[in-house]
């Protein structure tokens, strides 16, 4: 590398060990998953029972009927659902924080998730199908972040605070007109409420299914543009002055991260804290390069929110814990707890 | 302009908090307690047998006690059961209003009024000597009470104890003490001879569901109560957490795999066809037997008198749909 470059700049790749390290603690949690649950099955037979769905391989595994449907049936989707909601709720807000360039943007805090769950609302309430979900979670996201940026630049500027100033009243008009409907229409959107709280306790392999194309398309959208948000970071003229399409990336990247959230949004609800707790943790272990980050939340919020619904099934057995309580309260103290130990050792 | 702006961000704010605070609540399950509601006293002298009765009374609600100065002419109900109480002892021709819930009897006084999100100019409208509600969403009672209008808080009864007070209640406040007692001894009757006409062996474990996602209902609310009068193993009693109405693991009730499914919300869409679409429910005994009961969302969530036809109904269908074994 040539002189002059800040030490960063100099290419940051993820090594060979961080990566992993990332793979082998989604395995692990992901199997820890698989064996922790509200009902007891023993382990050697969960083991057994999972080897012997691997083409070509016969294991005596011991389950009965009932045990193999809460394995596979059951806590199987659901462990791969909350994987997947974390990965793509943690990869959209690692999106959010370099196109804005802010560390606090958040599909939260940016107002996405609540235009998400009006989109939801509204096409729940006029009694469409599950399919029909996601495009309409989307497209309310969009509206959401879209005006957020819009009011940011209206009234102040681009201050980190006028954005998120912007996102937290377009985040309480989408809730207004929300609950306003909700209000109104009591019956049809009964099963609303305990959408908004969270929710992967019903979850089986079709709602995978469903959230699989948007998690792929979003994922290898975010995955292509990490480049480009490293050089985003210097600014938009220079960026410019670097050949990169400015608005285009920016476009592309909202977009991508949008997606992602509406999607994971139409599916299990509101589950809040991943966008924000995961990439920062991974910004403050591995640095500040895009490169790194995105990948590296992919894994850890998959990680996170696995841990967190481990807690929601097995913390108050056999009854339920909302996911979202889970994730506020240990991602918070975790938060503080890695803020405070990069302060001490840097 | 900016500063409007953010004012009324800052305020649609506010009150996005506030809505989402009474939306979330009107979905929980009542987990105030009851057990306050004392028995009635009355200051006056109790004619047993006339319907001549001496006003005012006092009486106790959930609050602490509420005194009547003339029997009410004019009463507004903004609880379902509180209709249903005031109908079957006789005081229907005193009500002049119910809310928009209140379904039972036909001939009630329906209104668009809210037992939810109450308004109190609106109840006031009906010039209203006794509004009667289940749930008070804060400053509604005391808001009546500024305005000279008694009101009675009888929240949702914990236990058929509680029902029977609060008919008893109504009947003292409205003077109709015995027919109140007539009603509360016909209940007491009809429900121990339906207990005993039913035809339940020991040992057979049911769940509750209250809506899709896996809510149910304890032993310890009213209606797991009923379910308990009859024998019956609640498999929701293992994970008690106070409230009555815990959110059970999709997993746990598999692997508890229940005789009997009662469906508190097939006026949700919830169908026993749905729950053999569920991930992993196929196999249950009771999905596979069909020994799933849909309870009308009426009986399963009032605990009026006809809370005997509830018990009429779950007797029933247990004695018919009960596994041999």
């Given at each position: 590398?040539?002189?002059g470059?800040?030490?960063?700049?100099?290419?940051?790749?993820?090594?060979?060990?961080?990566?992993?390290?990332?793979?082998l603690?989604?395995l692990?949690?992901?199997?820890?998953?698989?064996?922790?649950?509200?009902?007891?099955?023993?382990t050697?037979?969960?083991?057994?029972?999972?080897?012997?769905?691997?083409?070509?391989?016969?294991?005596?595994?011991?389950?009965?009927?009932?045990?193999?449907?809460?394995?596979?049936?059951?806590?199987?989707?659901?462990?791969?659902?909350?994987?997947?909601?974390?990965?793509?709720?943690?990869?959209?807000?690692?999106?959010y924080?370099?196109?804005?360039?802010?560390?606090?943007?958040?599909?939260?805090?940016?107002?996405?998730?609540?235009?998400?769950?009006?989109g939801?609302?509204?096409?729940?309430?006029?009694?469409?199908?599950?399919?029909?979900?996601?495009?309409?979670?989307?497209?309310?996201?969009?509206?959401?972040?879209?005006?957020?940026?819009?009011?940011?630049?209206?009234?102040?500027?681009?201050?980190?605070?006028?954005?998120?100033?912007?996102?937290?009243?377009?985040?309480?008009?989408?809730?207004a007109?929300?609950t306003?409907?909700?209000?109104?229409?009591?019956d049809?959107?009964?099963?609303?409420?305990s959408?908004i709280?969270?929710?992967?306790?019903?979850?089986?392999?079709?709602?995978?299914?469903?959230?699989?194309?948007?998690?792929?398309?979003?994922?290898?959208?975010?995955?292509?543009?990490?480049?480009?948000?490293?050089?985003?970071?210097?600014?938009?003229?220079?960026?410019?002055?670097?050949?990169?399409?400015?608005?285009?990336?920016?476009?592309?990247?909202?977009?991508?991260?949008?997606?992602?959230?509406?999607?994971?949004?139409?599916?299990?609800?509101?589950?809040?804290?991943?966008?924000?707790i995961?990439?920062?943790?991974?910004?403050?272990?591995?640095?500040?390069?895009?490169?790194?980050?995105?990948?590296?939340?992919?894994?850890?919020?998959?990680?996170?929110?696995?841990l967190?619904?481990?807690?929601?099934?097995?913390?108050?057995?056999?009854?339920?814990?909302?996911?979202?309580?889970?994730?506020?309260f240990?991602?918070?103290?975790?938060?503080?707890?890695?803020?405070?130990?990069?302060?001490?050792?840097? | 302009?900016?500063?409007?702006?953010?004012?009324?961000?800052?305020?649609?704010?506010?009150?996005?908090?506030?809505?989402d605070?009474?939306?979330?609540?009107?979905?929980?399950?009542?987990?105030?307690?009851?057990?306050?509601?004392?028995g009635?006293?009355?200051?006056?002298?109790?004619?047993?047998?006339?319907?001549?009765?001496?006003?005012?009374?006092t009486?106790?609600?959930?609050?602490?006690?509420?005194?009547?100065?003339?029997?009410?002419?004019?009463?507004?109900?903004?609880?379902?059961?509180?209709?249903?109480?005031?109908?079957?002892?006789?005081?229907?021709d005193?009500?002049?209003?119910?809310?928009?819930?209140?379904?039972?009897?036909?001939e009630?006084?329906?209104?668009?009024?809210?037992?939810?999100?109450?308004?109190?100019e609106a109840?006031?409208?009906?010039?209203?000597?006794?509004?009667?509600?289940?749930?008070?969403?804060?400053?509604?009672?005391?808001?009546l009470?500024?305005?000279?209008?008694?009101?009675?808080?009888?929240?949702?009864?914990?236990?058929?104890?509680d029902?029977?007070?609060?008919i008893?209640?109504?009947?003292?406040?409205?003077?109709?003490?015995?027919?109140?007692?007539?009603?509360?001894?016909?209940?007491?009757?009809?429900?121990?001879s339906?207990?005993?006409?039913?035809?339940?062996?020991?040992?057979?474990?049911?769940?509750?569901e209250v809506?899709?996602?896996?809510?149910?209902?304890?032993?310890?609310?009213?209606?797991?109560?009923?379910?308990a009068?009859?024998?019956l193993?609640?498999?929701?009693?293992?994970?008690?957490?106070?409230?009555?109405?815990?959110?059970?693991?999709?997993?746990?009730?598999?692997?508890?795999?229940?005789?009997?499914?009662?469906?508190?919300?097939?006026?949700f869409?919830?169908?026993?066809?749905?729950?053999?679409?569920?991930?992993?429910?196929?196999?249950?005994t009771?999905?596979?037997?069909?020994?799933?009961?849909?309870?009308?969302?009426?009986?399963?969530?009032?605990?009026?008198?006809?809370?005997?036809?509830?018990?009429?109904?779950?007797?029933?269908?247990?004695?018919?749909?009960?596994?041999?074994?």
């Open positions: 590398m040539k002189a470059l800040a030490p960063g700049l100099a290419a940051p790749r993820i090594g060979a060990r961080r990566w992993l390290s990332a793979v603690l989604v692990l949690v992901m199997v820890a998953g698989l064996l922790i649950g509200s009902v007891a099955l023993p050697t037979g969960v083991v057994g029972a999972m080897l012997d769905r691997l083409p070509l391989v016969t294991v005596e595994h011991g389950l009965t009927p009932t045990q193999l449907d809460v394995l596979f049936e059951i806590r199987a989707p659901r462990l791969v659902m909350g994987a997947m909601v974390g990965a793509i709720l943690a990869v959209a807000g690692a999106g924080q370099g196109v804005f360039r802010n560390p606090l943007a958040d599909p939260y805090l940016l107002g996405v998730a609540a235009g998400a769950g009006l939801a609302t509204l096409i729940i309430g006029l009694g469409a199908g599950t399919g029909w979900i996601p495009p309409f979670a989307f497209a309310g996201g969009l509206a959401s972040v879209v005006l957020t940026y819009a009011l940011s630049r209206t009234v102040g500027g681009r201050t980190t605070t006028s954005l998120i100033l912007a996102g937290v009243a377009v985040a309480a008009f989408a809730t007109i929300q306003f409907l909700l209000q109104r229409n009591n049809t959107l009964r099963e609303v409420y959408w709280l969270g929710r992967l306790t019903t979850i089986g392999w079709s709602e995978v299914g469903l959230l699989l194309p948007y998690a792929v398309v979003a994922t290898v959208a975010l995955m292509v543009h990490r480049r480009h948000l490293d050089v985003l970071a210097l600014g938009d003229e220079e960026s410019a002055a670097l050949g990169v399409d400015v608005a285009r990336v920016r476009l592309l990247v909202v977009g991508a991260a949008t997606l992602a959230t509406a999607a994971a949004v139409a599916v299990s609800g509101l589950i809040g804290f991943v966008g924000i995961v990439p920062h943790t991974v910004r403050l272990v591995t640095g500040w390069s895009y490169r790194v980050i995105i990948p590296l939340s992919l894994a850890y919020g998959a990680v996170f929110l696995m967190a619904d481990l807690g929601a099934r097995t913390l108050v057995a056999p009854a339920e814990l909302p996911i979202g309580v889970v994730t506020a240990v991602g918070a103290p975790f938060f503080l707890l890695v803020l405070r130990s990069m302060r001490g050792s840097s | 302009m900016r500063r409007i702006a953010l004012l009324t961000a800052l305020l649609l704010a506010i009150a996005a908090c506030n809505g605070e009474t939306g979330a609540t009107t979905t929980l399950p009542e987990a105030s307690s009851s057990t306050t509601v004392g009635t006293t009355t200051t006056a002298s109790v004619p047993s047998t006339t319907e001549v009765e001496s006003f005012p009374v009486v106790t609600d959930a609050t602490g006690e509420v005194t009547i100065e003339a029997e009410p002419h004019s009463i507004v109900s903004l609880s379902s059961t509180a209709t249903e109480m005031l109908f079957a002892i006789g005081a229907g005193q009500v002049v209003a119910v809310d928009e819930f209140s379904t039972y009897p036909e009630a006084p329906r209104t668009d009024l809210s037992g939810f999100t109450p308004n109190l109840i006031i409208g009906y010039q209203p000597d006794l509004v009667v509600i289940s749930f008070d969403p804060g400053e509604l009672q005391s808001g009470e500024t305005v000279g209008v008694p009101s009675l808080l009888l929240p949702t009864a914990l236990s058929l104890g029902s029977y007070t609060q008893e209640v109504l009947g003292a406040a409205t003077g109709h003490i015995g027919e109140a007692a007539e009603v509360v001894g016909q209940m007491r009757r009809d429900i121990v339906a207990v005993a006409g039913a035809d339940i062996p020991d040992g057979i474990s049911f769940y509750h809506d899709g996602t896996l809510y149910s209902t304890t032993s310890s609310s009213f209606l797991g109560q009923i379910y009068l009859l024998g193993e609640n498999i929701a009693d293992a994970a008690d957490d106070g409230s009555g109405f815990p959110q059970l693991a999709s997993e746990y009730i598999v692997a508890a795999d229940p005789d009997l499914i009662f469906l508190g919300d097939v006026d869409g919830v169908t026993p066809e749905s729950l053999s679409e569920r991930p992993g429910w196929e196999g249950m009771a999905v596979q037997n069909q020994a799933i009961v849909g309870l009308d969302s009426y009986l399963a969530s009032n605990w009026g008198p006809r809370v005997v036809e509830l018990v009429e109904l779950i007797a029933d269908a247990v004695s018919e749909l009960t596994p041999v074994r």
